[in-house]
């Protein structure tokens, strides 16, 4: 899980968070800092609707994915990894290669930023404390 724990205040009016809905029921998030035209995406479970989303903002440029959690289901006593929150990361990788995938576990799809409990991450200028309870 990942949570926001304070905020570094000096210019944040330059911070727009774009709820992007996702699946049935679900919503990710686009961070964007209008200062910089940088984005992150949170939980992009559907990159097509990630990409519709980043084209109707001009000029922004997507830099990391946030990957806050994923589920496993238990089907038959078997164990199944369903990633309805990281499912999209594989996709959002192929469209931005240059994207940097945060996240908290290995199994996270296309990680290349791993995290640890009670780790900081600066993104723009939210300050992102992380908090893992598996």
């Not at 990788?93 to 799809?109: H, M, N, S, W």
Request: charged fraction near 20%; proline fraction near 6%.
């Amino acid at each position: 899980m990942l949570l926001l724990k304070r905020l570094i205040l000096p210019k944040l009016s330059s911070i727009k968070i774009l709820p992007v809905p996702c699946l049935k029921d679900n919503y990710s998030y686009l961070v964007v800092d209008t200062a910089t035209n940088f984005v992150a995406a949170v939980d992009p479970v559907e990159p097509e609707k990630i990409a519709a989303c980043m084209d109707s903002v001009d000029g922004v440029k997507l830099k990391y994915i946030l990957t806050t959690h994923h589920h496993w289901l238990s089907f038959f006593r078997l164990l199944v990894d369903c990633r309805d929150h990281s499912g999209g990361n594989l996709g959002m990788k192929k469209l931005y290669p240059q994207v940097e995938i945060v996240g908290f576990a290995d199994r996270i799809p296309g990680l290349s930023f791993p995290v640890s409990h009670n780790q900081t991450f600066k993104v723009f200028l939210l300050l992102l404390y992380f908090i893992i309870n598996i």
